[in-house]
């Protein structure tokens, strides 16, 4: 199991070194670049030319890029263009701090509502309740955040306004509960879904009747014998759910007005923000691998077939 | 995969699992600990980041949920007694602490030094935190502020400073003439880094070589003692002294800057009405009286709290979280409506900017002077920008903004709506009719959404009246940017909603910099040198009303040439709180707040 993590490790500076490089070159090769969005209205190409060689863009692709990752190797980030003298790291944890504590509240409550719900209609099938889930995860799968949260804000902070439209005051907040509303959407009906299935298929095997023959409780049934296999399907989305919160996250904040890493990167993005675009692209990528990563060890704990394939 | 290895696998799967028959539950109870740590580690993150804490003396303050302060303040006591200001006639009784806390909406700025600071979000703190030479009253005349008198020679190229001696950093130190010459070495030393320098202290003889490398220091700035300063110019220009307003010019203290290296502006000592008293990015900046400042008005607010984290506004200030707000456009038929209670509320800031339409003199179908007239005569701009901006903005018919001091142009004549005189003009073309033009592109700012609507109305109304497609195309600010920057600039027209907003009030910044020959802020590549002329001639003048006769033909030549279809002059809406007394929101960045109070 350590080899196996170890060996899974390895391949993350592999990752992240194509991760940047591919960032990297979009940017050097993109239209426009920071000095012109740094100067704004204020354009003069001599300034210009003088700014570029004093942040070093003068220099060829190859030079910078491995002047680059030579401090990236140093975890030294950089500093914000846009912000200027600012280390990016600065910026930027703040910010990370507040989009992970909403993604953290958010796929928690999804995932347990979410298998909560799959449970429950798995052992009513084809009863009002399991419908009614099944038109739920339809509904909460097919409407985009985008869609939702302007109905969200006009429902709760404009018809009836219990609820503060934007801002952030932190997680244990009014502030809160519309964003993490939102986001947990997503994870809640995949999780429904995929439960509900999973129980399903799990329910109408031969050792779920042999548990039940040989007299044991219902609970007990369900929970030690159906939940566990039907856990092996949701782990893999768990994976895919880091992703799919990341893309969600950046349309959460933009929409509610939340200072997170989303609303960040979109506006260093205008501003050609390379040393801040890169760091939040390599930041999504560590998440990535790491939440596949965190996944693959799980399945070896829940399912020892895999531990070693 | 080999039979053994399976059969080993298995018998390891039996002996695991026969001592755990609760894996799922450890599974959902390792996934709560996850969340739970993930929670509490970024929780305890953030109050590792922000470790002072201290009551939170500022009312409803969104953003301000965890009552912490950054390390950005110095560790100054809150004090319990209010002076009464003195000099302010009409200013309030003494209020008890507490109550003159101000919460406004504020975005974060990207940089709280003055001489990096180019845009306005960082100007509108950094004009109340530091201070220079000169600022501007409420009617934007220039008034002494360090310095307390100044004169000019002869030639009009050698200004004399005389500081005032009871100036004081926020520290306390005394501001000399020696602190004015590092500054403008500072912000003109190519190291800085800063983006404004060249515009507004370029024409300080010696500052152009530093900033490009060719000097270690500016002999236009010399010191005649601590409280004289003598600053030399290129040549005479009226408008130096209005560049000297700029946060670019403003004073800094060396020793705060060297020894703070990068991120100085966590502490910075400056000159100005107001401290910085806590800055938490994206939530919240917080600015603090400065009790020993020394310039009439004296400040009466003891703190603002600049709200940075986004949300509606408009909400906010409804449930009082703020005490101002600027309206957008969806709510403006709503606050202009007299039976709304917001309505009393409600004040309008002409700003000085324009927006307009550039035609590229130097692209088909524009390099003809009467096709672009016809592009203006073809518009009829009152009902497009009255149906579009809901009548709140003035239509722009010259270039000046009617804001701008000492300036007006009432007999100038504009291109006016004529449809019939845009036919002939095209029929008079080299171009003979519009069949002939090559495709025309509008470039409009934009990433993604919907077409503006005032630029769908100005596409329908040229294909109405011209008979012209004209395609839109959207770009971002950067790439909208870097296109018209580049010397063979290939857009046509563009523009609608972008525009060009003062950097100091004198025509100069608008007719200067805009319809030069080879200005880099003309991307129209419009050059007459008979403007040109007059220009030079104007940029010397002396004389308040000669000066302006010649600023007057050259917006009249201007917009008789066409380079602009000039669309309308910007101006905002505010909603203001009634208890806030003397709010004076100014048409451009200049400091402001020692204006206010609040009588509630």
Redesign the interface.
Known sequence: MLAYLIRRLLWLPLLLIIVSFITFTLGYYGPADPIVALLGQHYDPEIATQLAREYGFDQPFAVQYLKYLERIARLDFGESIKYRNQPVLRLLIPRLAITIQLNAVSSFIGVVLGIGTGVTAALWRGKWVDRLVVFGVVFGRAIPVFVAGPILLFLFARTVPVLPAGGWDGIFSRSAVLPVVLLSIGPMAIFARQTRSGMLEVMGQDYIRTARAKGLREVAVVTVHALRNAFIPLLTILGFLLGSLVEGTFLTETIFGIPGMGQFAFEALGGRDYPVIITVTLLVAVAYALGNLWVDVLYGVVDPRIRQA | ?PLH?REE?RW??VT??RES???????VV???C??AV??LG??G??TF?VPLSRTEEAGPV?????PNESNAAPPTQTREAVETPKEEPESPTALPTGEQVLNVPGG?P??L?PH?S??ATSAEYVVEIFSGLVTFDRELEIVPDLAESWEVSDDGTVYTFFLRQDARFHNGKPVRAQDFKWSVERACD??T?S??A??YLGDIVGCRDM???NANQVEGVQVVDDYTLEITIDQPRVYFLAKLTYPTAYVLDQENVERGG??WTDNPNGTGPFKLAEF????LIALERNENYYRDPKPQLERINF??????RM??YE?GELDMTAVGLNDIERVTDPTNPLNSELLTVESMGIFYIGLNVEQPPFDDMKVRQAFNYALDRQRIIDVVYKETVPVAWGIVPPTMPNYENPDLKPLEYDPEKAQELIAESKYGDVSEFPDITFHALG?GGATGRVIEAIVASYEENLGVQVEVQQ?????F??DL?R?DNPNQMWGGEAG?IADYPDPHDFLDILFRCGS??NHTGYCNPEVDELLDQAASEEDRERREALYRQVEQIAIEEAPWVPLFFEVEYWLIKPYVMDAYLPPMVVPKYQYYYLER
């Open positions: 995969m290895v696998l390891e799967k695991l699992f028959r609760w894996i799922p539950l450890i599974a390792l996934l709560i996850l969340g993930c929670v970024v929780v993150g953030t980041l969104a953003g301000a949920g965890g974060d990207p940089t030094d990096l180019g845009d190519f190291r880094r983006t404004t060249d515009t900033l490009r490398g990068r991120t938490r990015f994206g939530e709200v940075l984290s986004g949300g509606s909400v906010m449930q990433a770009t971002d600010w950067a790439t940017l870097s920057n010397p060009w880099f802020q």
